[in-house]
């Protein structure tokens, strides 16, 4: 496999884990990315960089994240935004696998870009409903702001040095597991 598809496919996995935190912030991020010239988007994902696309991406990202905002508000949109960044990231995984066969690229990104994006929006939504339990909800904006900036350092991270994200998700995801299997089996407390 070539370095520029394997690095394609890190920036893939990257940015559909930053969907897990925000759906649309990555998706504008790629456009940008793209309209620059610093990315290339694979055949059939060229409207990703399109001005059109910048427009509604920049408005449903502003909106998500103001809405994020309003406590009831905020866990209506996991409902919503959970299959919407599962779906977001394989979208984007897809968009970034120049190279390889429709079957092995659909694959990977429906496994890798899906996944990503499902096991990061399903520790927010934890962290959220936490939230809720502990505050009243009142910690919730502190919970959305964390999320949005996760969201805009993953984006820019899976950009720019997408081998270092990957590490840096890895990392969290297995510190993540481990204080779940902490919390579910009984071994420790979540502190």
């Known amino acids: 496999m070539e370095t520029e598809t394997l690095l394609g496919i890190f920036v893939g996995i990257g940015l559909s884990a930053a969907c897990g935190f925000r759906v649309f912030v990555p998706l504008l991020a790629i456009n940008i990315a793209s309209l620059n010239g610093y990315l290339q988007l694979a055949p059939g994902f060229e409207w990703i960089g399109s001005s059109h696309a910048t427009l509604a991406f920049g408005t449903a990202t502003l909106v998500e994240i103001l809405a994020y905002y309003i406590p009831w508000l905020d866990h209506l949109l996991d ?7 599962i779906v977001a990231g394989t979208i984007l995984t897809a968009s970034m696998i120049v190279e390889l066969s429709p079957l092995l690229k659909w694959t990977l990104a429906i496994i890798a870009g899906g996944g990503a994006a499902s096991i990061i929006q399903g520790t927010t939504v934890a962290l959220r409903t936490k939230s809720l339990a502990l505050t009243g909800g ?14 805009v350092v993953t984006s820019l991270l899976a950009i720019l040095v997408p081998i ?9 995801s297995v510190w993540v597991f481990l204080k779940a299997g902490r919390f579910f089996f009984g071994r420790a407390k979540i502190k």
């Open 79 to 85: 409902l919503i935004a959970s299959p919407a960044a």
């Open 138 to 151: 009142l910690g919730n904006p502190m919970v959305s702001t964390i999320e949005a900036m996760g969201a």
């Open 164 to 172: 270092l994200c990957l590490l840096l998700l890895l990392v969290m």
